[in-house]
């Protein structure tokens, strides 16, 4: 299983990114999917995640409003839209998929319940 996540770079703060997590060697419409990410000197973070049909999202409360999570399952990659970014945004955004073994949402806000991870790609927000 590889899941490539590519997308991060340097921007302004007030600018927009778009991550995407290309995943293989899993069947991927059947794993919910998941964004966290991880600042120097911090735990991983949960950001965003998306059930395996894309009927639900779910948002850590600071960033709620200003990203999106998408998945396009015919193509086997999850998203993360980033607008409005700031320096407070700034960390190495990690992918993750994970078996859908629960219904209640919180249960994928937790790192644990993930079965894989990407590489990370960094995101840099200057002020």
């Known amino acids: 299983v590889q899941l490539q996540a590519s997308g991060g770079g340097l921007v302004q703060a007030g600018d927009s990114l778009r991550l995407s997590c290309a995943a293989s060697?899993?069947?991927?419409?059947?794993?919910?999917m998941g964004w966290f990410r991880q600042a120097p000197g911090k735990e991983r973070e949960f950001v965003a995640a998306?059930?395996?049909?894309?009927?639900?999202?779910d948002y850590v409360p600071s960033v709620k409003g200003r990203f999106t999570i998408s998945r396009d399952n015919a193509k086997n990659t999850v998203y993360l839209q980033m607008n409005s970014l700031k320096p407070e945004d700034t960390a190495v955004y990690y992918c993750?998929?994970?078996?859908?073994?629960?219904?209640?949402?919180?249960?994928?806000?937790?790192?644990?319940?993930?079965?894989?991870w990407g590489q990370g790609t960094q995101v840099t927000v200057s002020s």
């Open positions: 060697g899993l069947t991927f419409s059947r794993y919910n």
């Open positions: 993750g998929a994970a078996a859908a073994r629960s219904d209640y949402s919180g249960y994928y806000y937790n790192a644990v319940a993930y079965d894989y």
């Open positions: 998306i059930r395996w049909s894309g009927g639900r999202t």
